[in-house]
């Protein structure tokens, strides 16, 4: 049945004392009088997450070096740890998710470890519009094995540069294509990719596929045992809050556990002989295999605060929301917006949709500083895109609404003129 939005400020209010996620947002760090819309580019800080976080600094000023052993070695085995909080959000087996990394990281880890290029199969296809550290990584691992990006590196033109048609991919997969790697949502659009289409098209073609979860990681019900993609990599610092550049994550389908990491680390050899130290690496054969380096606790310990409070919300009730505040959202700019110029530019149907939605104006840069300026918080991505984000544990319905009437202050005033067009540092 379709939603009957209603424009006056009276309904906003209604839909807020009937959320049942409401009360999470009590839980997170809110400055007063901010209007907080960028979760989708890093999330609010919570009490759970610091609580994470000081518990771990408690450890480390009580134990020092025996903060690895003690509780169950939960800190040394942490990567494990926070794969089983994982679990019910990206529907993979514990021992197939590894908690470690950057994202830029884990995709060099992976294509290193998934890409043997041949004569005739040496191709990696990806997009024209993904976020473009994916390509940087794949283009550097192309060089490293000795091929030009322009050669090996197959692309997928998108349409007009905002969506990508999975046709499109499925036509490309030719047979010298080895690797596919696609977002599952699009950074600018939010467009949802058709992950299970694109996933089988590519296994009947004998071509191994990965995916980045970074945008679709705490807003979609996902699920990667039914998937059955080869990898995939993605962040927990939007969606899942687990602060500003904290660990990241990777997905490894258990049928390739037997397969070495392209790039081994001490933390990839099974724990019962890593301490033995010896010069032959001895892979941990699951995704723990992949971990490298010592883990970064203080960058992994607000995430277990963060995930506690999923498991205890339900990804599906937060998908719920997710889809129906930004559909208010949208019914909202469509009655108040679009005679200033603003257009919508992500898909209006909730399986095509993500947890942002992309407000396209051709000030939208100014726009975006002249809403930071009344303690909007959102972001903008080149060339007139403002990523507008109602996230469903901390953002209400009066939120949303507040923020529509602040855009249409700002361009019934035109304060947004006030602001230079030089771009910040960080935008």
Not at 94 to 102: K, L, Q
Not at 185 to 207: F, G, H, L, S
Not at 226 to 247: E, I, Q, R, T
Not at 265 to 271: C, E, P
Request: charged share 25%; glycine share 6%; aromatic share 12%.
């Amino acid at each position: 049945m379709e939603e009957k939005f209603q424009v006056g400020p009276d309904f906003p209010k209604l839909l807020d004392n009937n959320d049942p996620l409401g009360h999470f947002k009590q839980r997170f760090y809110i400055r007063e009088g901010v209007i907080y819309m960028c979760g989708n580019s890093l999330g609010l800080a919570s009490k759970d997450a610091e609580e994470g976080l000081l518990n771990a600094i408690e450890k480390w000023k009580e134990e020092g070096v025996k903060i690895w052993t003690v509780d169950d070695s939960k800190y040394y085995l942490y990567s494990s740890y926070l794969a089983r909080l994982l679990v019910p959000i990206v529907g993979a087996d514990e021992d197939e998710i590894a908690v470690t990394n950057t994202t830029t990281t884990n995709i060099h880890q992976v294509i290193s470890t998934f890409y043997k290029p041949t004569s005739t199969k040496y191709k990696i296809l990806v997009d024209d519009i993904n976020f473009p550290t994916d390509r940087y990584a794949i283009e550097s691992q192309v060089r490293l094995k000795g091929y030009d990006p322009k050669d090996a590196v197959k692309v997928v033109e998108s349409i007009n540069g905002k969506f990508l048609n999975e046709d499109d991919v499925i036509d490309a997969m030719s047979p010298d294509v080895a690797i596919v790697f696609l977002p599952a949502v699009y950074y600018r659009t939010a467009q949802v990719v058709d992950m299970e289409k694109v996933t089988n098209a590519a296994k009947e073609r004998d071509i191994l596929i990965g995916w980045d979860l970074c945008h679709a990681v705490g807003v979609l019900e996902l699920d990667l045992k039914k998937l059955d993609s080869d990898f995939a990599v993605w962040c927990n610092y939007k969606y899942l809050n687990g602060g500003p550049g904290s660990a990241a994550a990777l997905y490894i389908n258990r049928k390739h556990f037997n397969l070495l990491p392209g790039m081994a680390g001490w933390f990839g050899n099974k724990s019962e002989t890593q301490f033995l130290l010896r010069q032959e690496f001895d892979h941990q054969k699951d995704a723990g295999g992949w971990q490298i380096g010592t883990p970064n606790i203080f960058s992994m310990a607000p995430l277990e605060g963060a995930l506690k409070m999923f498991k205890e919300a339900g990804i599906s009730n937060i998908r719920k929301k997710s889809l129906h505040i930004t559909k208010y959202l949208m019914y909202l700019i469509e009655a108040k917006l679009t005679k200033y110029g603003f257009t919508i530019g992500s898909y209006k149907e909730d399986s095509k949709r993500g947890g942002h939605v992309c407000l396209q104006h051709d000030e939208g840069y100014r726009i975006s500083l002249a809403l930071k300026d009344r303690k909007v918080v959102s972001d903008f991505r080149d060339p007139n895109v403002i990523r507008v984000t109602p996230t469903a544990l901390y953002t209400s319905y009066s939120d949303v609404y507040e923020m529509v009437d602040i855009l249409i202050d700002v361009m019934e005033k035109q304060s947004y003129l006030n602001f230079s067009l030089k771009l910040n540092l960080v935008v």
